[in-house]
């Protein structure tokens, strides 16, 4: 029989991808994690894993006890969820990633709800991108990931992960605010202004890039944030244009004047994802049901 504790320390190395990252992640020294991995091969008799470089990966030996690990971790965390469910309340912590507009408008009142009907469940948020929520996710730092996809630049969705999804989330064109009603209403007609996007290797970015070119022009970028209420302010000030999402006004009153875009690419869709076994869980079930009553209640 392998050891549960050391086979964890295998996979936790295949997603971190560094026996540093491990040692770090799960507070141990490098040293003790190497050990406890020379351990798991000497209980298995073959390498697990193979020197590249400076760095170490998994054999395929190791691949293959890392897959079985998986399924074993799988149907503990569903005995979880049924120990979880039967008892009379919610107790203990739910870790929670979300993106920044979620972050502000729909997960306030989801903890609101959650607050009045599990008062003993403890939920932790975490303001991170979806890009780095969903590997965290499968390396079981957060429980719960609310993230995004773009329109026309679905992100491929990685094993392991059940979705769920939350809303539409309207996307539109903000030209930079003069205070003049005229102004340019289409992206063709914003060609020569300044834009401000998210940073390069992002969802958002990839889909902001595309957009532009295939209305026939690069934009002049000259500034990158992934805070969505800063590109608001350069638009309100007249610096940039922006493409904004309508979860930025949390149900407010939009303070800029807004246009539509191209058919097809006029809404992301916002979704939650789980670990695999884990969607059944009380304390997720609970946080998804009152975050679809807070987006029901978000309306710009």
């Known amino acids: 029989m392998f050891d549960l504790h050391r086979l964890r320390l295998l996979r936790e190395l295949k997603h971190r991808g560094t026996l540093a990252a491990v040692a770090a992640a799960l507070s141990y020294s490098p040293s003790s994690v190497s ?40 149907r503990l965390e569903q005995a979880e969820a049924e120990i979880a469910a039967s008892l009379v309340d919610l107790t203990g912590t739910l870790r929670v990633a979300s993106f920044q507009t979620a972050a502000l408008s729909l997960v ?21 991108e979806p890009e780095n929520a969903l590997p965290a996710l499968l390396a079981r730092d957060f429980d719960l990931v609310v993230a995004e996809e773009y329109p026309g630049n679905p992100d491929p969705r990685p094993p392991g992960v059940e979705r ?23 992206l063709r007609g914003l060609a020569d202004r300044p834009w401000v996007l998210e940073p390069e290797g992002t969802a958002a ?11 026939g022009f690069e934009p002049d970028i000259r500034f990158e944030s992934t805070d969505l209420l800063l590109h608001l302010r350069l638009v309100e000030h007249g610096h940039a244009a922006a493409l904004l ?9 939009p303070t800029v004047p807004l246009h539509s875009l191209p058919r097809g690419r006029r809404s992301r869709r916002v979704f939650t994802a789980v670990r695999r076994g884990r969607s059944q869980h009380p304390a997720i079930r609970a946080f998804r049901a009152a975050l679809r009553r807070s987006a029901d209640a978000v309306r710009p």
């Open 35 to 74: 050990q406890q991995l020379s351990q798991l091969e000497s209980e298995v008799g073959v390498p697990l894993l193979e020197p590249v470089g400076r760095r170490v990966r998994l054999t395929e030996q190791g691949e293959i006890l890392v897959a079985h690990t998986e399924a074993v971790l799988e």
């Open 108 to 128: 306030p009142a989801a903890l609101s709800l959650l607050r009045d009907t599990h008062p003993m469940l403890r939920v932790h948020v975490t303001q991170t």
């Open 164 to 186: 769920e999804d939350l809303c539409e989330d309207p996307l539109r064109l903000a030209p930079p605010y003069t205070g003049a009603a005229a102004g340019p209403t289409t």
């Open 205 to 215: 970015r990839h889909w902001a890039m595309t957009l532009c070119r295939d209305a």
């Open 245 to 253: 999402p309508d979860l930025v006004w949390h149900g407010r009153t």
